[in-house]
Nanobody, 123 residues
Framework: QVQLVESGGGSVQSGGSLRLSCAAS????????MGWFRRATGKGREGVVV???????SYADSVKGRFTMSQGDAKNTLYLQMNSLKPEDTAMYYC?????????????????WGQGTQVTVSS
């Protein structure tokens, strides 16, 4: 059974940093179709950074230059380093992963999601 577990969230002041981790059990991150998403109160889910089916990495414009996703050496942990945090980064952060599938083109099936970790940035 696949399980993704996030950790590292918390409360920080504006300009601070946090490092989120997402440990996978029963799953090895493949190098594609994995990433971090967030949902702020009253808003829809937003992709923060994802590695797509073509192995390209895409960051949301709002986090470019401040957030960095990396993978642990054992390939079963994802990290999200968040620097220069702003109040608008306040949200529940989720990691997600899944297989690459094909139907008229490759796409990611994000079948696996963590439970989320809360990040709160105060001004």
């Amino acid at each position: 059974q696949v399980q993704l577990v996030e950790s590292g969230g918390g409360s920080v002041q504006s300009g601070g940093s946090l490092r989120l981790s997402c440990a996978a059990s029963g799953y090895t991150y493949s190098g594609h179709c994995m990433g971090w998403f967030r949902r702020a109160t009253g808003k829809g889910r937003e992709g923060v950074v994802v590695i797509g089916s073509d192995v390209s990495t895409s960051y949301a414009d709002s986090v470019k230059g401040r957030f960095t996703m990396s993978q642990g050496d054992a390939k079963n942990t994802l990290y999200l380093q968040m620097n220069s945090l702003k109040p608008e980064d306040t949200a529940m952060y989720y990691c997600a992963a899944g297989p690459r599938r094909y139907s008229r083109g490759y796409y990611c099936a994000y079948n696996y999601w963590g439970q989320g970790t809360q990040v709160t940035v105060s001004s």
